[in-house]
């Protein structure tokens, strides 16, 4: 059955550090790859996607995510967080017919 | 342009209490619709999910039911609720025309008490 992996469930950083989500997949078939991001007392909205092309896929607000296809990856990196990139962030495959999330990430930035 | 309404926002019933939410969907047809739950320290679990009427695939046994009489509309049901059904319940869909972005509802919030 497919299944999406978010190994980190809580990531605190301070403002202006690097940050690394990872997200593992496993899909045998052609996959489409996305991020969404939930800011507090918000919904739920897209931050980047990967369906083709180029593997490194830039998305809003300075994120971007690398596709590996040999390592059923897809992490999502910012060079420099803000405070407010405070969120949860979700990782998600789509099989046919349905997007499968991961469990999460919760992100807190301190100034 | 494409809505998603869901409703309602929030919802407290007691334990054993049947449960009812509905979305529908605008500006669009044949959509695919999907029911996920956000628990806390869970993420979000995809719960159910249609691609056409009548048509309700299962990701997780548990005490929840869904319909889909309408093309547009899908229904969250349960006959006894429990105390782990409580959670922040999700309607999504998207259509799969080149960009599978999915359109989220804007919850319930379901605590059963």
């Known amino acids: 059955a497919q299944s999406v992996s978010q190994h980190n469930h809580h990531v605190i950083l301070s403002e202006a550090a690097s940050l690394e989500l990872g997200c593992n997949y496993s899909y045998g078939g052609t996959v489409n790859l996305f991020w969404y991001v939930q800011y507090p007392g918000q919904h739920l909205q897209l931050l980047l996607k990967?369906?083709?092309?180029?593997?490194l896929v830039k998305g809003i607000k300075g994120f971007e995510a690398e596709f590996i296809k040999s390592k059923f990856s897809f992490n999502l990196r910012k060079p420099s967080v803000q405070w407010s990139d405070t969120a949860e962030y979700f990782c998600a495959v789509n099989a046919p017919d349905k997007l499968i999330f991961g469990t999460g990430t919760r992100l807190q930035v301190f100034p | 342009s494409q809505t998603i309404h869901q409703w309602p926002a929030t919802l407290v019933q007691p334990v054993g209490s049947p449960l009812s939410l509905e979305c529908t969907v605008e500006?669009?047809?044949?959509?695919?619709l999907y029911w996920y739950r956000q628990a806390a320290g869970r993420g979000l679990q995809l719960l159910f999910y249609s691609v056409g009427i009548g048509q309700i695939s299962s990701e997780v046994p548990q005490n929840l039911s869904a319909s889909r009489p309408q093309d547009r509309q899908f229904i969250l049901s349960s006959k006894k609720l429990l105390l782990s059904d409580s959670g922040f319940y999700l309607c999504?869909?998207?259509?799969?025309?080149?960009?599978?972005?999915?359109?989220f509802g804007s919850g319930t919030q379901l605590s059963v008490l």
């Open positions: 500006g669009t047809s044949n959509p695919n």
């Open positions: 990967y369906f083709s092309g180029d593997p």
């Open positions: 999504a869909w998207n259509g799969w025309q080149g960009d599978e972005k999915l359109f």
